[in-house]
């Protein structure tokens, strides 16, 4: 979660008006102008299944001087970054984070005027003797596209495979040297340190081997709002917020989304184990036998096959059958999406609850990670943020299974 301050999160359940964003350009550790950048519009989304998040953002220069020609100019691509800072009504402030300029495209506008010019002489041009055109500058608007600092991470590929070095780095430590340069590392509550093995080998992506390192720990990294590489935990967190609906609330509106794609219910896994120097095909297979996704029941049957030439046993075979089965089990969520009052200091992978609205005047609270959000301008102001959020099926059906649907 963003920090933010008591005075301001109080505000963002009340009743509050004028939230905005202010944007101010960077150019090589310097402020490229004063003031901020007059922005007409913008939109910022978040998604834990990328590794970089991307902001739109419309520009207006009245006096044209903005406008990018130069790699190197405060709003070109060869290194500018955006503070972006989202401002609650009349209250404080978020900072929301850096971004990468990635993509800059200004529209110039320009307009004529004939000016006298005593003796002035126009030849093969329709403009008059003793008259001069010149061209004014009428406004320029630049469309900018750009990423969080995980951008500059992803270009600067690993040179030549690398492996740890030191007598003992950790995961944090390695994430650490491999961000030098790029973005300083910390870690949020939950995170847990261990040390890395010395043989590991990194090669190419170096973002990757960023986010490999965290999965190692069960924990991803994202961009926070000071512009810094933050490692946060996978596992399940005590919720950050909780939505609901009301004169005090936040909450708009809430839906949810079912697919049938991936559900899984026999799970078949082939190898090849050897016999007397003859091979031999071994087939493990494991079956869900209760619940929605029962073999034996509506859903019907519905395989997932695996091969592997490292399956070399019949025990192997069944034991890596068991752990698809175990592993579709325990992955089984439900995508929330909610419509809710803005609320900057929120970030993907934090955990919220959701008071969701049913039948009989009852409301049922989930709780969940957020997969991913968005927030967009309105006019001169922010519109409703919105969120996916990923509930534990398991979770929901103990929530839903003790509310009365009528």
């Not at 109080?10 to 102008?33: C, E, H, M, P, Q």
């Amino acid at each position: 979660m963003r920090f933010i301050d008591e005075n301001t999160a109080n505000a963002l359940t009340g009743s509050r008006a004028g939230d905005l964003i202010r944007v101010y350009a960077w150019y090589g550790g310097k402020l490229s102008f004063p003031d901020p950048l007059k922005v007409t519009s913008w939109s910022i989304n978040w998604d834990r299944s990328r590794q970089v998040s991307q902001m739109n953002v419309t520009i207006v220069d009245e006096s044209g001087k903005q406008a990018p020609w130069l790699l190197e100019d405060p709003l070109g691509v060869g290194g500018a970054e955006l503070q972006v800072i989202y401002q609650v009504g009349s209250a404080g402030y978020v900072n929301l984070g850096w971004y990468r300029i990635t993509q800059s495209e200004p529209d110039d506008q320009w307009r004529s005027y004939l000016i006298d010019e005593k003796g002035r002489i126009n030849p093969n041009t329709p403009i008059p003797k003793d008259k001069r055109l010149v061209s004014v500058p009428g406004g320029t608007v630049v469309q900018i596209t750009a990423q969080d600092r995980g951008r500059n991470a992803q270009s600067y590929r690993l040179l030549a495979p690398e492996s740890p070095p030191g007598s003992s780095p950790t995961i944090v430590s390695e994430i650490q040297r491999l961000m030098d340069g790029i973005a300083p590392v910390v870690t949020t509550s939950g995170v847990v340190d261990r040390a890395v093995n010395k043989s590991l080998v990194y090669q190419d992506d170096r973002l990757n081997a960023v986010q490999d390192l965290a999965r190692r720990i069960l924990c991803d990294v994202r961009f926070n709002g000071d512009g810094q590489c933050e490692i946060y935990p996978l596992t399940a967190q005590s919720p950050v917020w909780t939505v609901r609906g009301g004169p005090e609330g936040a909450l708009v509106r809430v839906n949810r989304s079912q697919s049938l794609d991936g559900l899984y219910n026999i799970f078949v896994v082939e190898g090849t184990a050897t016999n007397g120097g003859r091979s031999i095909p071994v087939t493990g297979i494991s079956q869900i036998s209760t619940g929605p996704l029962s073999v034996n029941g509506p859903h019907g049957r519905v395989p997932k096959f695996y091969s592997s030439p490292m399956i070399s046993t019949q025990a192997e075979a069944d034991a890596y059958a068991q752990t698809m089965m175990s592993t579709q089990l325990a992955g089984l969520t439900t995508d929330l999406k909610v419509e809710c009052l803005p609320n900057p200091a929120i970030q993907q992978g934090d955990w919220v609850t959701i008071a969701s609205p049913i039948v009989n005047g009852q409301e049922a609270l989930l709780s969940g990670s957020v997969k991913t959000m968005d927030l967009r301008s309105a006019g001169s102001t922010v519109g409703p943020m919105a969120l996916t959020v990923e509930c534990s099926y398991t979770d929901v059906q103990t929530v839903m299974g003790g509310v009365n649907r009528g």
